[in-house]
């Protein structure tokens, strides 16, 4: 694939999928939403060793893995996607 980028599955951080979720989101294809939501719930879901967590990165963790939920129920048709999730996927692609 030309021009494809290539990422370990399972790799990345709770503010790298926030920012790639809302660049799908402002492209506006759908295909490439759900991928990147799939991707999301991997990284989100992903545990990792006592010793590379901190608290901050958990609670990152754990709010990309709220707003993922919340975006699924969204696709499947049973409730609109909210602002309020935007908003935070927003400020969470925004940490540093």
Do not use: F, W
């Amino acid at each position: 694939m030309h021009g494809a980028e290539v990422v370990e599955i399972g790799s990345g951080s709770a503010v790298e999928c926030s920012r790639r979720l809302l660049s799908a989101i402002d492209g506006g294809n759908l295909k490439a939403l759900k991928r990147e939501l799939a991707r999301a719930s991997r990284i989100s879901g992903t545990l990792l060793p006592n010793r590379a967590q901190s608290a901050l990165i958990e609670e990152q963790r754990e709010l990309l893995g709220a707003i993922i939920e919340r975006m699924n129920l969204s696709l499947a048709g049973y409730e609109p996607c909210s602002k309020e999730a935007i908003l935070l996927l927003g400020h969470l692609a925004n940490a540093a």
